[in-house]
């Protein structure tokens, strides 16, 4: 047999319900009352770096990371490299294989522009051999054999010194040419350079040669009237590379400036806005023709 609540059971309930959060309440804002009594009792404390929790406190470094801070500026164009190159090991070779790892594979890259080291090889020394790179370990070298070839392939580590420039550095070059456009000059009597006649200095003049028959169009003088020739000490401006070819060997040339930084701003500024001027005429000249047909 089922008995349904009577009338005066739901009001009770919520009577209790209502009753208990009531007392809740009060408890809350009695612990409350007392808390901001006791603070106005006790003297304020200043709040310092180890009260404040850990995960919010930050503490900045005294040296800013390597990567963030400003490289200095090169001075030389020359660079001494640890390298080593996976390379091949003809068969015939295997008897001497330092010595013919050495004339096949790293003589030929001397006097030569080498992409993978950015610059001109011009020496390399203390060649060893191994099975990784850049090593050490005098242990016995066991070289790789792939497939059906017949050549085997190790690792060939030597320490190169090489010639990269960067725009910007100061060189030396001898002067071996001279005529009203430019002054040519030989670096390390090896690498041509030349200088144009808009970034010399602006108190140079060109002088016409007396005799002909010479075969000397004329040279250049100095604010002083003092000859150019001789070894001149000049920035590098720009430069040209030319990875090297079955025919033709990698070569570097070099462009130089002797007007100061701000002059030298100047200039490539005016010089590019010739150029936009020269484009921008071009492309009207073209539109126009197009248009007429």
Not at 70 to 89: G, H, I, N
Not at 140 to 167: C, G
Not at 171 to 196: K, M, P, R
Request: proline share 8%; hydrophobic share 30%.
């Amino acid at each position: 047999m089922s008995t349904e609540p009577t009338p005066q059971t739901k009001p009770r309930k919520h009577k209790d319900k209502s009753e208990k959060k009531s007392k809740k309440r009060q408890r809350e804002e009695d612990q409350t009352a007392e808390s901001s009594a006791a603070a106005q009792r006790s003297p304020k404390k200043k709040r310092t770096v180890e009260d404040a929790p850990p995960a919010t406190t930050t503490v900045a470094p005294a040296v800013k990371p390597q990567s963030h801070m400003k490289r200095p500026e090169p001075s030389s164009a020359f660079y001494q490299q640890t390298s080593s190159l996976y390379v091949p090991l003809a068969s015939i070779g295997q008897a001497y294989p330092l010595n013919a790892l050495c004339a096949e594979h790293l003589s030929p890259l001397l006097l030569t522009y080498y992409p993978p080291f950015k610059g001109v090889v011009l020496s390399y020394s203390n060649a060893r051999v191994s099975e990784a790179p850049i090593t050490q370990t005098p242990r016995p070298i066991l070289a790789r054999s792939i497939d059906e070839y017949a050549v085997s392939f190790v690792w060939v580590t030597a320490d190169f010194i090489v010639l990269r420039p960067q725009k910007g550095i100061w060189i030396e070059g001898f002067v071996n040419l001279q005529n009203e456009s430019h002054l040519g000059l030989v670096c390390w009597n090896l690498f041509s350079a030349s200088i144009d006649r808009r970034r010399l200095p602006e108190d140079w003049a060109w002088v016409e040669a007396d005799d002909a028959q010479t075969g000397d169009q004329g040279h250049f003088v100095d604010g002083g009237g003092k000859k150019v020739d001789g070894v001149i000490k000049f920035r590098i401006r720009d430069f040209e590379t030319s990875p090297s070819t079955d025919a033709d060997r990698g070569f570097i040339t070099i462009e130089g400036s002797l007007l100061p930084e701000d002059k030298e701003a100047e200039l490539d500024e005016l010089e590019q806005q010739k150029l936009a001027q020269r484009q921008a005429n071009r492309r009207g000249k073209t539109r126009a023709r197009a248009q007429g047909r």
